[in-house]
T-cell receptor, first 113, second 112 residues
Framework: DAKTTQPTSMDCAEGRAANLPCNHS???????VYWYRQIHSQGPQYIIH???NNETNEMASLIITEDRKSSTLILPHATLRDTAVYYC??????????????FGPGTSLSVIP | AAGVIQSPRHLIKEKRETATLKCYPI?????VYWYQQGPGQDPQFLIS???????DKGSIPDRFSAQQFSDYHSELNMSSLELGDSALYFC???????????FGSGTRLTVV
């Protein structure tokens, strides 16, 4: 069974914030929420991760609900270069080589001029 | 900053031929992962290596094998190629305890 559920596709106007939701209702206490994206035919790119606190880096912000059953990735000012498939992934801290990223159906974000 | 290097970028092979894909991880990264991405599909985990030993295995066909060498680079060997093996093959590397993997640009394999 999939650990996360994301919308199949979303549109966002250029310059506006893109808010990508993810449901992970079965997340366990030691599991993190990771976000990756894949621009067409390029290698996937790590964006951000979080456990329970909201996180922000130079690429995006991650908002995790208090019950940790859902989260939202926010791209504050979307550009055309942000058009990609965004993957929300739940996993452990990935401290060992046995922790691997399993990609499931992500959200295809189209940033529109 | 150094990235994950994959070679070749493109490869065309005929059915039943063999192919070797190479991956050079980021310096000091000791874990390598291989993924296969067919047309219109999500990347699928194939196999991983830590300190030159196989650490995990996914949906990798028996016709495929891989290894990690003493300099930490890895090679994915594919034999008896089939049309369905045509895909993008990505390699990623990580340093245990560090968050997030770094992926290479991929090798596009076309089997004709």
């Amino acid at each position: 069974d999939a650990k996360t559920t994301q919308p199949t596709s979303m549109d966002c106007a250029e310059g506006r914030a893109a808010n990508l939701p993810c449901n992970h209702s079965t997340i366990s206490g030691n599991e993190y929420v990771y976000w990756y994206r894949q621009i067409h035919s390029q290698g996937p790119q790590y964006i951000i991760h979080g456990l329970k606190n909201n996180e922000t880096n130079e690429m995006a912000s991650l908002i995790i609900t208090e019950d940790r059953k859902s989260s939202t990735l926010i791209l504050p000012h979307a550009t055309l270069r942000d058009t990609a498939v965004y993957y929300c992934i739940v996993g452990t801290i990935m401290k060992t080589s046995y922790d691997k990223v399993i990609f499931g159906p992500g959200t295809s974000l189209s940033v529109i001029p | 900053a150094a990235g994950v290097i994959q070679s070749p970028r493109h490869l065309i092979k005929e059915k039943r031929e063999t192919a070797t894909l190479k991956c050079y991880p980021i310096p000091r990264h000791d874990t390598v992962y291989w993924y296969q991405q067919g047309p219109g599909q999500d990347p699928q985990f194939l196999i991983s290596f830590y300190e030159k030993m196989q650490s995990d295995k996914g949906s990798i066909p028996d016709r495929f094998s891989a290894q990690q060498f003493s300099d930490y680079h890895s090679e994915l060997n594919m034999s008896s190629l089939e049309l369905g093996d045509s895909a993008l093959y990505f390699c990623a590397s990580s340093f245990p305890g560090r968050y997030g993997y770094t992926f290479g640009s991929g090798t596009r394999l076309t089997v004709v």
